[in-house]
């Protein structure tokens, strides 16, 4: 009896140890307690033994949805990462930044951050720092924003613990204190995404916090990463909610362009889909059922969309969470379909689409030279009728 409950134990894990759902370019995906991870692989403890899935990606919590973005303080690179955390001065050509997942500071060059700030966003910021009405104007500048809403637009020289130095068009270098400041955005014009040759991964936290890495592993209950804007970091398991592998296996389709597109309205001009948003610009936010689940990757749609991509033979599998979006979508109806070279797969969850989880798509596609995601409008037109394509990625062969 001792031995059969060891055994069990070993099996399923400890009944607090959070369980996660290994995916990757092969069809099987398996849960269970993490016991082995790298950017390539993840091994999971199953009541039948460890189960390894090779190709790793995706690694997501099987009882806890994907959190919204940070809603406090926080650093938003040129990535798109988004670090809670406290900005506690700099230099001439960096900032010190005191992520909240980790000890230490991380020296954070200007040219990788779009924006840092230093109170919780207001509830209606875009998700694209490129949207930001504050920190738009041409010539694109460096701006502070005041927490009395005014701003100032020139050019940032240096930090340092209580003040940035700053010129502002027209006049002289001066230091403004940073508990005077909302936030600080950085010149779009010199920003550059750094993101490395080869596969990296994104982990997802469960305070909204998003950061990538160029390696990851699991060590005593944690998961050791090496981000991109600092020094290691080692978080615990049970903060982790999803770990998502990008430049590897998978190619997510909000990375490629469309070969056609076709967009019309119920009653004149429709609404153009969008890319790692919703079609009002808002984070990709669906129903699962765990909860209401926020995604960096997928497609925002509206009826009617059309969209088209070439596959040219070269993957095996397209996969995505089709739904309604939980904020703006809770009393639409739409229609949904995915073609393959012109003909409709066989998805009959897809047909009616209403408020609820979304629709878990898993589709063969090899051999495949095109793939096309149609939204159509349902019964009460397009009222409220944001459709999400969460996740939408293809897998290399």
Partial sequence: MHTTFIALALAFGAPDEPKFVASGTGDAAHTGPLVGLSLESATVSAPVGARAVGGLVALTRADHPRPPFPTGAQLVSANGERVRGELVGGDAKALAFRPACAEGDWKVPFDSVAAVWLVAPPADTPTDPANYTWLAGTPPRDVLLFRNGDRARGAITGFDAVSVTFAADGGAARDVPLKDLAAVGFNPRFARPRKPKGPYA???????????????????????????????????????????????????????????????????????????????????????????????????????????YALNGEYVRFEALVGLDANTGKRGRAVGRVLLDGKPADLPDLKALTAGPAVPVKLN????????????????????????WAGARVIRK
């Fill in 365 to 388: 596609v090899s051999g495949a030279k095109e793939l096309t995601l149609d939204i159509d409008f349902g019964p009460t037109g397009d009222v409220q009728a944001d459709v999400n």
């Fill in 202 to 308: 994104r982990l997802t936290l469960a305070d909204g916090t998003r950061f990538d890495a160029t390696a990851v592993a699991l060590k005593e209950g944690e998961i050791v990463a090496k981000p991109l804007l600092g020094p290691e970091v080692a978080v615990p398991v049970a903060k982790v909610i999803a770990l998502d592998v990008f430049q590897g296996g998978a190619v997510y389709l909000s990375d490629v362009k469309p070969t056609k597109s076709e967009v019309s309205g119920f009653v004149g001009a429709g609404w153009p889909w969008a890319a790692d948003r919703s079609v009002r610009g808002n984070p990709l936010r669906v129903l699962t059922p765990t909860g209401e689940s926020t995604f960096d990757k997928g497609i925002g749609t509206h009826p009617r969309t059309t969209l088209t």
